[in-house]
């Protein structure tokens, strides 16, 4: 079956840097768009950062563009979430996410990201 297991979160001051990983399994991850969410309490979860199946089309939403980095590692079935000057804004809860079918997405479990002095 999929799973997406997330891992790399947790406690950093402002400025600092985090790295997430998400190791997949269960479908042929070289063919698939991978994604990054976050969900912070009390809100939507949203849109962090897309990643083709090559990895040559990389897309950001506005608010984290120019400090993170998304990449993969098709050999290792592995997406990465890469995070530099960290605010505390960026707290939130972590999801990797995989669309298999127009109508499916799969999640992981999350990994929480807090940012705090």
């Known amino acids: 079956q999929v799973q997406l297991v997330e891992s790399g979160g947790g406690l950093v001051q402002p400025g600092g840097s985090l790295r997430l990983s998400c190791a997949a399994s269960?479908?042929?991850?070289?063919?698939?768009?991978m994604r990054w969410y976050r969900q912070a309490p009390g809100k939507e979860r949203e849109l962090v950062a897309h990643?083709?199946?090559?990895?040559?089309?990389?897309n950001y939403a506005d608010f984290v563009k120019g400090r993170f980095t998304i990449s993969r590692d098709n050999a290792k079935n592995t997406v990465y979430l890469q995070m530099n000057s960290l605010k505390p804004e960026d707290t939130a809860v972590y999801y990797c996410?995989?669309?298999?079918?127009?109508?499916?997405?799969?999640w992981g479990q999350g990994t929480q990201v807090t940012v705090s002095s």
């Open positions: 990643i083709s199946n090559t990895g040559l089309v990389r």
């Open positions: 269960g479908f042929t991850f070289r063919n698939y768009v």
């Open positions: 996410n995989v669309p298999l079918t127009p109508s499916r997405d799969y």
